[in-house]
RNA sequence: GGGCGGUUAGCUCAGUGGUAGAGCGCCGGCCUUACAAGCCGGUGGCCGCAGGUUCAAGUCCUGCACCGCCCACCA
């Protein structure tokens, strides 16, 4: 749809949806198999369906697509895999809201009803995440699109927690789990947050069997002592040493109970004497199998009393509490209650405080899998940035079997059935119709569903199809590289290392990028409840996506928090509207149809047309490496200074002249101009998709040249062009600028209005300069905007005039009319005191023996050529000045 | 308790041993026919503190202080 005029600012708004849906509805990002380029695959991190997609994600979508983008652009065939995940206990807590607002349960509708029910909130919130998707331009193969709880990807859990079992390496049993009350479910270690709470610790006296002692304990939670089975002590504390052996008479029980001696318990903490009770404590129920303790129950599912607790039988913990500590007070038997803070472990989905409870659960023995999840990094799978290896092995090296059921409905439901004749457990892929062991037909799935993360998990390959042989799987695993923020590092990252290598026989993925998570500007974790979230629609519709994402980009090189503010999405919209008024320029520059010369593989005549060239070629060999080594805000902020310092700021007001000039002078120009625009907009591309996909269209063709795609995603990497290579080029336009920014500094200090026309002369440093500066004499007037200039090395300045070094070359600017002389005098005055502080600063360092004996050569001298270069700036500059004070 | 970051301009942050950078802000001047979402010029830093290595340290090493994160969960 080329344009005969762009709009006078960029509209992101009204651009915008026209790529989108041609990027959504074209399957532009669906490749064709067999891939004819390198395969390049990344997989979502797959949102949650609770809810709406936060900055934290748009951040992460950017980073991929820049990548998928971009490796499109080196010819690759790419697929990025989009999807969602089930999200178990967060999605059923969302679901079991929603219903107590209509006054019901899950119970009240029942397991099937109710996971009916999440289904239907699926299809709704599923919708609005893949709309988000698309609005970040993201270029994923949605013909592609998975789910967790899919048919296929539900098939490969079976498979795989089916051949877990029977290898040994999934194990049911009984065991101390986070437990919480409120969800009702087991919780893995991870999923359970520790939070300061103010409390009270307490000391507690048990009574020494046959003394007439105590042994005096300290517990936060009295109500546990009800399930004591012993007492402990360090077995080197001498307070206690004669005590080991003997028993203690637990208050309210009236049991008697060892006391023992272990290294485990810390001497300095508390009074020293650890009550032990393996049922309600994690490192207590290590202890109880390590002497052979009784396991006794007091706290049920529903955080009540048990039988157990003889008289106490029946009461909600908190109430048993209260009624221990009175008692024991009664007693005579509580020492003493101390004001307490300490870490709660809460829920993190509802944020209960976890009960350890003793129960029946699914373990993955994630020990036996860590090992080759370890070895293979940092051979077979890089981690960038490095800093986060130590990370990932120590959580391999300290790893514990993986709790796995969860007591909830919604989720995969794991593939166990027990035998009611026979009682024999079968575990399949599919469900069996009689007992393999007793034929008998009355088979009972076991109730739990899998944690979420068993899915996710298998999430590389099951996407691509496996347990299937599919093309997919066999052209695009083992993934390129997976893009996610740090806080998944274990949840996700470490077990798809453990299960991929386990069931592929390879890693899931080559590389993986962990960037910074993105957090409010006070550099707080944005979330609801606070207030403070970002919404990245919001920000689309107000500054559109490009400035969204180029703000993103620019920084991603940031530690582990990004700290981001609306304004400075509001900043980089400039960019996108500078950009698109450069285009509205070299359009109404550019001839509408060719011929537009080819500038082929030559470079051009002409130092601003070399320079440009030179610098961009520099550009597409940087821009690339930055994004090879993840450097984005490398590649972002790079391509911002050379779009808005050289092209705009520079190469632009350059070819204005040339642009007048007309003839062969006006159309090598336009040949330059449209090849570094046309470059230019495909490095930007990968960042900002949409406003240079826009003005891509909009350009004309080479002359003789078959039109290029009309789509920039389809548009591959600019071929490196050798011949415009041109570091000279380079270096003679840094001697225009500087001469050119001397005159405009003498005109701005001296407050001389940018209208006002004037004369100067120029008194070149040498012959060569001599020669650069008179071929671009009309230029350097032109952009300094000077009325006339002339070049005489032997120039006396005239009483009335200013003048500024630049390059060893002076500029005076002629000031016939009415001028402030004062002015003058004092910018000299300021000029001089610069120059005189640098000179100082070098003299000081070539004064050191060492320095000029030690360091290299080619430093040394060239601090010596500019001490030469100060000095006689320095001449020139007094010389004007002095006919100022006269 | 273990580990990892951070501390650089008013703010947010880059910085690869060799004269301290960007964006935004601020000051002054400009509607100079691509862009006022703009142009030109300028101001602004004991690079957290103290040692050390080096001819040379924001950069490497040691210690300290403060801020933050992750892991562990000590009754």
Known sequence: MPQ???????????????????????????????????????????????GNLHIGHAFNLTLQDVLCRHARQQGKTVLWVPGEDHAGIATQNVVERRLAAEKKSRHDLGREAFVQ?????KEEYGENIRRQIKAMGASVDWTR????????????????????????????????????????????????????????????????????????????????????????????????????????????????????????????????????????DPNDWKLGFKHKLDFIQVIDENGRMTAAAAAFAGLPKAEARERVLAELETLGLLEQSLDYEHNVGQCYRCQEVIEPHVSTQWFVAARTLAYKARAAVPDKTRIHPESWLKTYYNWLDNIRDWCISRQIWWGHRIPAWTCEDCGKLLVEEEAPAVCSHCGGRRLLQD?????????????????????????????????????????????????????????????????????????????????????NVIDPLEMITRYGTDSLRFTLTAFAAMGRDIKLSEERIEGYRHFMNKIWNAARFALMNLPEEGPVPALGQATAQGTHHQWILHRLEEMKTSTAAALREYRFNDAAQDLYKFVWNELCDWYLELIKPDMQAGGETRAQAQGVLLTALRETLILLHPIIPFVTAEIWTALPAFAGEKPPDPDLAKILYPPARPACLHPEAASRMRLIQAIIVAARTIRAELNLSPSLPLKAIIRPENQTKEKILEEHRALIARLARLESLSLDAAAQPPRLSASQVAEGNEIIVLLEGAVDTGAERARLDKELGKLE????????????????EKAPAALVERDRQRVKELAAAGKKLRLVRNKFSE
């Open 447 to 531: 109730e739990d569903v899998l944690d979420t993360w068993f899915s996710s998990a298998l999430w590389p390959f099951s996407t691509l199809g496996w347990p299937g042989e599919t093309p997919e799987l066999r052209a695009f695993y083992p993934t390129s590289v997976l893009v996610t923020g740090f806080d998944i590092l274990f949840f996700w990252v470490a077990r798809m290392m453990m299960l991929g290598l386990h069931f592929m026989d390879e890693v899931p993925f080559r590389e993986v990028y962990i960037h910074a998570l993105v957090r409010d500007a006070e550099g707080k974790k944005m979330s609801k409840t606070l207030g």
């Open 117 to 121: 029910r999440v289904w239907r909130w």
């Open 4 to 50: 005969e005029n762009l709009a006078k600012a960029y509209m992101p708004l009204e651009v915008e949806p026209r790529w989108r849906a041609r990027w959504e509805d074209g399957r532009v990002f669906s490749p064709e198999l067999p891939a004819q380029g390198e395969p390049y695959s990344i997989v979502i991190p797959p949102p949650n369906i609770t």
């Open 145 to 280: 699109e998975r789910f967790t709880m899919d048919e296929g990807l539900s098939r490969a859990v079976r498979r795989v927690f089916a051949r877990l079992y029977k290898e040994g390496l999934i194990y049911k049993g009984d065991y101390i789990i986070n437990w919480c009350p409120r969800c009702h479910t087991a919780l893995a270690d991870d999923e359970v947050e520790f939070t300061p709470r103010r409390g009270k610790i307490w000391h507690i006296r048990y009574p020494v069997d046959g003394e007439n002692g105590f042994v005096i304990i300290a517990t936060t939670r009295p109500e546990t002592m009800l399930g004591d089975s012993a007492v402990a002590v360090h077995p080197e504390d001498e307070r206690y040493r004669r005590l080991v052996g003997k028993k203690a008479r637990l208050p309210l029980m009236d049991r008697l109970i060892p006391i023992i001696a272990d290294s485990y318990v810390d001497r300095e903490f508390g009074t020293g004497a650890l009550k032990i009770t393996p049922s309600h």
């Open 837 to 852: 502080k640098e000179r100082q600063m070098l003299e000081k360092k070539l004064s050191d023996r060492n320095y000029v």
